[in-house]
């Protein structure tokens, strides 16, 4: 796909040279997390909880309450025509009351409509969080499709000045007309107005995540967004995911509210409640004190109540009908978006193929184009500026369908009941999910570095992925990190791209001498060097083996290896991780084992099982994996030439390779295998071999 063919030559400066922590965008799903902080979710939210509460207190009416009374009077009563008694009383009295019949059902039919605000806001803010994630899935799309079309015009007006020196030698000597001239230089008009419409583009869709997510995000590189289409073809027109959704989940419920609407009842209009109290008096003259208890039931009946009675059973009745045919057309409506968006998933995805196979011709003719104007005379400049606006307004094409993708994907927001877990994303050819994930080894990484960005590059980015591999551990020779020491754009550049691809990459050191307390410091001052580089993780594969063999030098070399980690832990900015044999896990050190020893500093290990045997490679592993919940395992299989056949893949057939490699990964369910780590020489070169592990090839 285009993403970057010429990222090396055309990266934004400010990309380059600005701080560590503004590199990169935090990936789209990590963004989703957070929008529970935005604004409008933080209101749907109050809005929800504020109903609930009031709904909450209203039915605390609904069971007992207390009442009472105290008076004071002043008496003159007459005892008979000649006499008459003055005297103050006090009374106080209390009780409970209890509404019942009628009384009840009048006051749970009040609190009907209070609940039904509750669903219906309940649904509401569920719904807005769906609705929140489909915009910020635009907004990341657009902010990245923005970042590609900046790339791709950047890159197609590097040969403007060449061109137009060219064009108007051409056209002063009469070889080409004027009005041909301008138009070829309009496509360098057309790659600025692209260039300043990315650019703004940009900056509305990282003020629209900014918004979304409640935090001030740094603009930097965005990785490519993951589309899920994979989780998608399986879906069909089955009613399962009605129970989910949150709009049709609450029309349910209301169904179920008024089925058991109260104004079916008989005794609804009855007005009743039963009373218990008592009365105290106090007689002030006398000093006689007094009281009764009571107990009460009143009921009043309504005179025409039959008719009020058919009244009420068809108002409920008409409540009940209008809330099903309310679920059923809005099912229905549901039901047909998720088909068509499940069709045009289809659609889009050939879409897609179409035209990456139209960029792919752009590209051949471009390079043919290329190749005749180094040699012939004549046209073939103006030959290969048209062959070149070709190729550009393809790769737009592109850029354009990879977006509508990704608005689809945020369409796909409204039926998402989970975030889906495949590893697909929009290219035409991915990895089937797989326990786990898997890594590569790639120890020479000059070709890497290279072509990255090339078309070549590209090619095997995405052979290496249809492999099913998300992480590459890339490591750098001597003359390398001298070079990257000096000037980290190269590397800079060419992590970036990776990262766009899909990957995930982490800093690949092996030798065994920083294991040496005097050699320590070497390792340290290549960390400090490269701390500018976002990677991923740090791996080391340091092997006290290859230092000295004796089982009798194992722990103490250990301990050095254990005061190694510690100093690369506490200087690394990245994650560290250990490739180790499994012997050395249960190896003492100190007084604990260098497996508590990992577990401590937080590093997770790579277990280097070399052995072609499947259920070999199970035999060592899982013990390991279920003595040491607490440690995340990667197992590392061999596909090396130079081993020998019981412990490289390498000298059997591609589709036993497959068998073995998935039969391990199938072994170890262990929730504590992170997935395979594959060694091979020169894996770089030999994409298009690891392209061919991919399951059903």
Not at 141 to 156: F, K, S
Not at 223 to 229: H, N, S
Not at 496 to 517: A, Q
Not at 634 to 653: F, I, N, Q
Request: proline letters at 5%.
């Amino acid at each position: 796909m285009i993403t970057a063919a010429r990222i090396l030559c055309t990266l934004i400066p400010a990309l380059l040279l600005g701080p560590a922590v503004a590199l990169a965008l935090p990936p789209l799903e990590q963004l989703e997390t957070r929008v529970e902080l935005s604004p409008a979710a933080q209101l749907a939210e109050r809005t929800f909880e504020s109903a609930r509460d009031a709904f909450s207190a209203g039915r605390i009416g609904l069971g007992v309450s207390a009442f009472g009374s105290v008076g004071y009077s002043h008496n003159h009563d007459i005892i008979d025509p000649t006499h008459s008694w003055g005297y103050n009383q006090g009374l106080a009295g209390g009780g409970l009351s209890v509404p019942v019949l009628g009384s009840r059902l009048q006051l749970e039919d009040s609190l009907a409509e209070q609940r039904l605000q509750v669903l219906q806001l309940d649904a509401r803010r569920q719904l807005q969080r769906r609705e929140l994630i489909a915009r910020l899935r635009k907004a990341y799309g657009d902010y990245w499709q923005a970042q590609r079309l900046e790339v791709l015009a950047q890159g197609y007006l590097q040969d403007e000045p060449t061109f137009e020196h060219l064009a108007a030698l051409r056209t002063r000597a009469g070889l080409l007309l004027e009005a041909d001239r301008l138009e070829l230089l309009t496509g360098f008009s057309l790659a600025r107005r692209d260039e300043a419409s990315g650019g703004a583009d940009r900056e509305v869709a990282l003020a629209l995540m900014r918004e979304f997510t409640g935090q001030d995000l740094d603009g930097g590189v965005a990785v490519r967004p993951l589309v899920p289409l994979a989780c998608v073809r399986g879906v069909d027109s089955s009613e399962d995911w009605t129970d989910s959704d949150p709009e049709l989940a609450g029309l349910q419920k209301v169904i179920a509210l008024r089925q058991s609407s109260p104004r079916d009842n008989a005794l609804y209009p009855v007005q009743s409640s039963v009373q218990l109290g008592y009365t105290a008096r106090d007689d002030m003259p006398t000093g006689q004190h007094g009281g009764s208890a009571v107990l009460s039931w009143s009921f009043q009946v309504p005179i025409e109540y039959l008719s009020q009675r058919r009244l009420l059973a068809r108002a409920a009745a008409a409540q009940l009908s209008r809330a099903q045919l309310e679920y059923e057309v809005r099912r229905q409506e549901l039901q047909q978006q998720r088909r068509e968006l499940i069709a045009r998933a289809a659609v889009l995805r050939r879409n897609s193929e179409f035209a990456s196979a139209r960029l792919a011709s752009a590209d051949a003719a471009v390079h043919e184009r290329d190749l005749r104007a180094v040699k012939l005379e004549g046209d073939v400049a103006e030959q290969l500026q048209r062959a070149r606006l070709q190729r550009y307004n393809a790769a737009k094409s592109l850029v354009e369908a990879d977006k509508a993708m990704v608005y689809w994907y945020a369409d796909w927001a409204r039926f998402e009941t989970s975030p889906c877990q495949s590893t697909a994303s929009t290219a035409p050819t991915q990895p089937a999910a797989r326990p786990g994930g898997r890594a590569l080894y790639l120890w020479h990484s000059a070709e890497w570095l290279t072509e990255g960005a090339t078309e070549l590059g590209e090619r095997k980015l995405r052979a290496i992925h249809a492999a099913g591999i998300e992480r590459l551990l890339v490591s750098l020779d001597a003359a390398q990190m001298r070079r990257v020491s000096a000037d980290p754009s190269p590397l800079l550049r060419a992590v970036r791209n990776t990262h766009e691809h899909g990957f995930k990459v982490e800093l690949l050191l092996g030798d065994p001498d920083w294991i040496r307390p005097e050699q320590r410091a070497g390792l340290l001052r290549i960390i400090e060097a490269l701390k500018s580089v976002p990677f991923d993780g740090l791996h080391l594969d340091l092997e006290p083996a290859q230092i000295d063999p004796a089982p009798d030098r194992l722990p103490a070399l250990l301990g050095s290896l254990a005061q190694t980690l510690v100093a690369a832990s506490a200087a690394s900015p990245w994650p560290v991780a250990l490739s180790v044999h499994p012997r050395d896990l249960d190896a003492p050190v100190g007084d604990s084992s260098f497996a508590e020893v990992l577990h401590r500093l937080r590093v997770s290990p790579t277990l280097m099982v070399y052995v072609a045997n499947p259920d070999r490679a199970v035999e060592i592993a899982e013990p390991l994996l279920g003595h040491h919940p607490e440690l995340s395992f990667s197992v590392a299989l061999s596909l090396e030439k130079s081993l020998g056949r019981e412990e490289s893949l390498w000298s059997y057939t591609e589709a036993e390779r497959r068998r073995r490699i998935e039969r391990v990964e199938s072994q170890l369910a262990a929730a504590n295998f992170s997935g395979l780590t594959l060694q091979i020489e020169d894996a770089w070169r030999d994409a298009s071999g690891l392209a061919r592990l991919a399951a059903g090839e």
